[in-house]
């Protein structure tokens, strides 16, 4: 099975700062690999699918990048609606495995 | 407007069976496959299951196979997830989400429903 390790768990920041979140996979996953931002209480939201590419609706402050067992999601200027789990997913087998999530509080 | 609606769960005793539904609108559902992710209270995401767009395939977590099984009636826009056996380790809240592609053998979830919980305890 493929493990996806993500760090940091937790991440204080302020708002205006950049903040970049990593996952490891244990082993190539190409670039079959999805971030995604959930609020207390609700569904997961796709962010970034392919690594990279945008999700509809979501704002450009937000990119993902990587490819193998390395990626990034950074947010370029952090807001006050961005203060959520974030979580990475990885879909290169039939099944999903996701990170453990990183927690982006307010500093 | 794409629409995923969980429903069917509540408290249960450990040993006893559940089965959730999951009733989607908005989009051709019999090309899409369809998964059932889980998160216990406070706790990370964890797929449970898969179904390919047409049911000939379906996986399981380790953690759940031969307990619990996927399904889908494409004619009702619905897929279910019979969860038998259960345990205290399956209280959680069970989400369904769809693959964003269709005829897409593994995708990321683009739409997720609000979600259904599952207690089990005694």
């Known amino acids: 099975d493929i493990q996806m390790t993500q760090s940091p768990s937790t991440l204080s920041a302020s708002v205006g700062d950049r903040v970049t979140i990593t996952c490891r996979a244990s082993?190539?996953?190409?670039?079959?690999l999805g971030w995604y931002q959930q609020k207390p209480g609700k569904a997961p939201k796709l962010l970034i699918y392919?690594?990279?590419s945008l999700e509809s609706g979501v704002p450009s402050r937000f990119s993902g990048s990587g490819s193998g067992t390395e990626f990034t999601l950074t947010i370029s200027s952090l807001q006050p609606d961005d203060f959520a789990t974030y979580y990475c997913?990885?879909?290169?087998?039939?099944?999903?495995?996701f990170g453990q999530g990183t927690k982006v509080q307010i500093k | 407007q794409v629409q995923l609606v969980e429903s069917g769960g509540g408290v249960v005793q450990p040993g006893t069976s559940l089965r959730l539904s999951c009733a989607a609108s908005?989009?051709?559902?019999?090309?899409?496959?369809m998964n059932w992710v889980r998160q216990a209270p406070g706790k990370g995401l964890e797929w449970v299951a898969v179904?390919?767009?047409?049911?000939?395939?379906?996986d399981y977590a380790a953690s759940v196979k031969g307990r619990f099984t996927i399904s889908r009636d494409n004619s009702k826009n619905t897929i279910y997830l019979q969860m038998n056996s259960l345990r205290a380790e399956d209280t959680a809240v069970y989400y369904c989400?769809?693959?964003?592609?269709?005829?897409?053998?593994?995708?990321?979830?683009?739409?997720w429903g609000q979600g259904t919980l599952v207690t089990v305890s005694s």
């Open positions: 082993q190539s996953i190409s670039r079959w």
């Open positions: 908005g989009f051709t559902f019999s090309s899409y496959g």
């Open positions: 179904i390919s767009y047409d049911g000939s395939n379906k």
């Open positions: 392919q690594a990279s």
């Open positions: 989400a769809k693959y964003r592609a269709p005829y897409s053998s593994s995708t990321a979830g683009d739409y």
């Open positions: 997913q990885q879909f290169n087998t039939y099944s999903w495995t």
